[in-house]
């Protein structure tokens, strides 16, 4: 399973309007690892990681997952791939937390297929996991920030990617939660699977990500191992403001000045 | 969420229902004519009142479900589109163009059916119209559609006015009936139901997309759904629906709207059940309506498009403010 690229970037620009997120960026995502992408607000994080969704075409470059193009693989392939959480949820319509989350599993049915027993268990395990199994017939609606997102991330579950692209994981949620989602996520990894989540806090990236890719906001990018990134230095110079590191019982954070 | 059986039971109790508003529909009239009286009519023997059954009250109530079905069927359709609960199948701006195109028609005196055809250009002109501006740069956003559907109906309910109040007063009322939608005047009643058929036939297939579809377009992209073509197609289904109802009745108003609202209160949103739902409910109700408009004080008709919101407006608030409690 080791070594498996999941995800490949390569030469890929990014550019919104006359902003660039990234200029030739190479990337190659392994099975196993847990990417952190860290930057500015408005440094395009959000976009790349949409890019590196398939969600828009790159401005240039190229981007592979399994070794093949979003395009070559088609929608629903691609989603039996690659799993993406929306920074944002919205809903329109009145809907289940139940059928909210049975909704991931969309590209594994074929076109008349309706949701079946095995479906709905998978549902009700993600449901589990994220602590909503109380929750199966509320409307969606109705539900808190911190719940919501909880549900889309249980949503996310039942899609069972190999590759998670996670737009900001950890907003709205307490404490507790943010660490039980990063622990969740922690067991996909550990199974093999692949994941690149745009974060805010780099003591949360320490102590969960293998690597880190910063985004700077104005093309340039660093990438590599987590205790190569994420020192005081680079950290200072990406959020143009002074941080300090510390250590306390074997965990790193780090603490602006 | 239904199970397949619960659904096949719910659309079996609907349809059950559209035949109960058929049946009513050909025995009301000011010459009541008892069910036996219509099933040997219908299977061709001739018998008392055949001719009002097969001339007169069949094809009317036929129009009346399949523009009914339509309206239901692009209301729920648009909403989706827009992700906009609001949305009906007017607020494009087809039922404007259809009336531009009818209203310059009877203005200028046509026959029946130029008034259809022009009315149906119309309709497909303005859903080309507002296609190709709100498509502009590409980027076809939710807003940008509905922002340009809205402006070009308001453009097209200016045009329509500017026409009634040059209109002589001899044609003004016919023009009027037709704006507030009359199956009175409908000219053939299987395009649409065909039209009808089809656009059921064709959104099947991508029902349980188009539930992704309105949790959101990058969530539906990214759980496996073509996202544009899929837009597109549901837009020119959505338009044509309107088109065929709007050419065949006129604008009634109301049914659009409020029957995929309804159905949804009692069943749920999921596309594959409220679609064809939708389509019946919205036919049975369209023919009740019917019904009543050309019974109630009858020898004088009414358009019913008074009568489906006179209907329509206390069943949608008295299920409102159920589905309110129940939250």
């Keep these: 399973m080791m070594h498996t690229v999941y995800l490949q970037a390569e030469q890929l620009v990014v550019r919104i309007g006359q902003h660039a997120a990234c200029c030739g960026l190479d990337l190659q995502v392994e099975a196993g690892q847990h990417w952190a992408i860290l930057g500015r607000n408005g440094a395009g994080k959000s976009t790349l990681l949409s890019v590196l969704a398939g969600l828009r075409p790159p401005t240039d470059g190229r981007v592979t997952v399994n070794q093949q193009t979003y395009r070559e693989m088609g929608a629903r392939q691609a989603a039996q791939w690659r799993g993406w959480l929306a920074q944002q949820q919205g809903d329109a319509f009145a809907s289940s937390v139940l059928e909210t989350a049975v909704a991931g599993r969309h590209p594994h049915l074929a076109r008349w297929d309706w949701e079946g027993e095995n479906d709905l268990r998978i549902a009700r395990q993600a449901l589990l996991a994220v602590g909503l199994h109380a929750f199966e017939a509320r409307d969606v609606q109705t539900l808190s920030g911190g719940e919501r997102q909880r549900l889309a991330i249980a949503t996310l579950l039942c899609q069972q990617p190999h590759l998670f692209l996670l737009d900001e994981p950890l907003t709205h949620l307490d404490l507790n939660h943010q660490v039980a989602v990063l622990d969740l996520f922690r067991a996909q990894t550990d199974a093999g699977a692949a994941i690149v989540s745009v974060l805010h806090d780099p003591g949360l990236a320490w102590r969960y990500a293998s690597h880190v890719l910063l985004v700077h906001g104005d093309g340039r990018t660093e990438q590599g191992r987590r205790d190569d990134i994420l020192t005081s230095e680079r950290l200072s110079a990406l959020y143009g403001h002074p941080l300090q590191r510390f250590e306390l019982n074997g965990q790193v954070g780090f603490l602006p000045g | 969420m ?326």
């Design chain 2, 2 to 327: 239904p199970t397949r059986r619960r659904a096949l039971l719910i659309l079996l109790a609907l349809a059950l229902l559209a035949l109960a508003s058929l049946g009513l529909a050909l025995t009301a009239g000011s010459l009541s004519i008892g069910l036996p009286d219509i099933a040997a009519s219908l299977l061709g023997q001739t018998v008392a009142g055949s001719d009002i059954i097969l001339q007169l009250r069949l094809p009317r109530a036929l129009a009346g479900f399949a523009c009914g079905g339509l309206l239901a069927l692009a209301g729920a359709l648009m909403q989706v589109l827009l992700r906009n609960p609001l949305a009906d199948p007017y607020v494009l701006g087809i039922s404007g163009g259809a009336g531009v195109g009818a209203m310059a028609a009877m203005l200028f005196g046509l026959p029946l059916f130029l008034i259809d055809g022009l009315a149906f250009a119309g309709a497909l002109g303005t859903m080309l119209l507002v296609f190709g501006l709100a498509h502009g740069d590409g980027s076809w956003t939710q807003t940008r559609l509905l922002l340009t559907g809205v402006i070009v109906a308001a453009g097209c309910g200016a045009l329509i006015a500017l026409m009634l109040s040059v209109a002589p007063e001899t044609k003004l009322h016919s023009m009027l009936f037709w704006l507030m939608g009359d199956l009175g005047q409908s000219y053939s009643w299987w395009p649409a139901l065909l039209t009808l058929a089809l656009v059921l036939l064709l959104t099947a297939p991508f029902a349980r997309e188009l539930n992704l579809l309105a949790r959101g377009l990058q969530q539906a992209q990214a759980l496996g759904v073509a996202v544009n073509r899929l837009r597109y197609a549901i837009y020119l289904l959505a338009s044509l629906a309107t088109a065929a109802s709007v050419t065949t009745a006129g604008s009634v108003g109301f049914v659009g709207l409020v029957v995929p609202h309804l159905v949804r209160m009692a069943i749920g949103n999921d596309q594959r059940l409220l679609l064809p739902a939708a389509a019946l409910a919205g036919g049975a109700l369209l023919v009740l309506a019917d019904t009543a408009a050309r019974t109630l004080i009858a020898p004088q008709q009414l358009p019913v498009g008074v009568l489906t919101a006179l209907i329509g407006v206390p069943v949608f608030l008295y299920l409102l403010s159920r589905a309110g409690l129940r939250r």
